[in-house]
């Protein structure tokens, strides 16, 4: 275990630290949807077998976390102002999803299955192409209070 000794900051012998690999700064915005998971050229036996309870319709109330990361601006302290990231993530995702069937309503999700897997992915998809590059740093969709997906870069 290392000790940790008081040191003077001007000290020679302090070494250097390193900065800090990411400031990433979060934003959640909440949606409540209906989806249902099956495959249409499956049976409904083999649906049920899959899917479980999800192969009939039911809706959740979802949580979506989004990270920027960056360098905070000297001027603001801000890697990103949160009203700026709030209103992307509405006008990306949260209202085209929010009070919708995710199975129908949704015409960048036709034909995707809409786990909570596929959801998390294409909502990456539709930030990472509205902000700088690098930028998005984390996408967080939490389903249920015992499911949750994160992607990271
Ligand atoms: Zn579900």
Redesign the pocket.
Known sequence: MATLKPGSADSPARPRRRPPAAVTIMRRATFAAA?V?RREEWDEARNRAVFGA?AGE???NYVLEVGVSGVPEPATGMVVNLKDLDRLMRQAVIDDVDHRHLNRDVAWLQGVIPTAENLALAFWHRLEERLPDGALARVRLV??ENNSVEITR
């Open positions: 989806h998971l999800c039911h809706g959740h389903e249920s």
